[in-house]
């Protein structure tokens, strides 16, 4: 089992920034594929980042891609998600989660945060 926590959430301001992180915890945490994912109200859970369990290769969807940027410290068990130039259309409900494989679709991901909100306002 691996738990998920994420923190950094808030309401910014558009072209502001912000930093997510997800703490990962239990067994072998640091050894899973770890994503991003975020749902705005009345829209379904939509891919936005996504890196392999090393770090060394990340994924992003046209939305977010040269704006959003994932990392992670596997000695601190952490994932991280940095937010520039924040649009209102980056509202949503951001969740992380682990799986066997950095994929860009729900199914792939195995364990999930219980989410952080983001608000954009214009």
Same mark, same amino acid.
């Given at each position: 089992?691996?738990?998920?926590?994420?923190?950094? %959430?808030?309401?910014? !301001? &558009?072209? =502001?920034?912000? $930093?997510?992180?997800? /703490? #990962?915890?239990?067994?072998?945490? @640091?050894?899973?594929?770890? %994503?991003?994912?975020? !749902? &705005?109200? =009345?829209?379904? $859970?939509?891919?936005? /980042? #996504?890196?392999?369990?090393?770090? @060394?290769?990340?994924?992003?969807?046209?939305?977010?891609?040269?704006?959003?940027?994932?990392?992670?410290?596997? /000695?601190?068990?952490?994932?991280?998600?940095?937010?520039?130039?924040?649009?209102?259309?980056?509202?949503?409900?951001?969740?992380?989660?682990?799986?066997?494989?950095?994929?860009?679709?729900?199914?792939?991901?195995?364990?999930?945060?219980?989410?952080?909100?983001?608000?954009?306002?214009?």
């Amino acid at each position: 089992q691996v738990q998920l926590v994420e923190s950094g %959430g808030g309401k910014v !301001q &558009a072209g =502001g920034s912000l $930093r997510l992180s997800c /703490a #990962a915890s239990g067994r072998t945490s @640091s050894s899973y594929a770890m %994503g991003w994912f975020r !749902q &705005a109200p =009345g829209k379904e $859970r939509e891919f936005v /980042a #996504a890196v392999s369990w090393s770090g @060394s290769n990340t994924y992003y969807p046209d939305s977010v891609k040269g704006r959003f940027t994932i990392s992670r410290d596997n /000695a601190k068990n952490t994932v991280y998600l940095q937010m520039n130039s924040l649009k209102p259309e980056d509202t949503a409900l951001y969740y992380c989660a682990a799986g066997a494989r950095p994929v860009n679709y729900r199914l792939g991901y195995n364990y999930w945060g219980q989410g952080t909100q983001v608000t954009v306002s214009s």
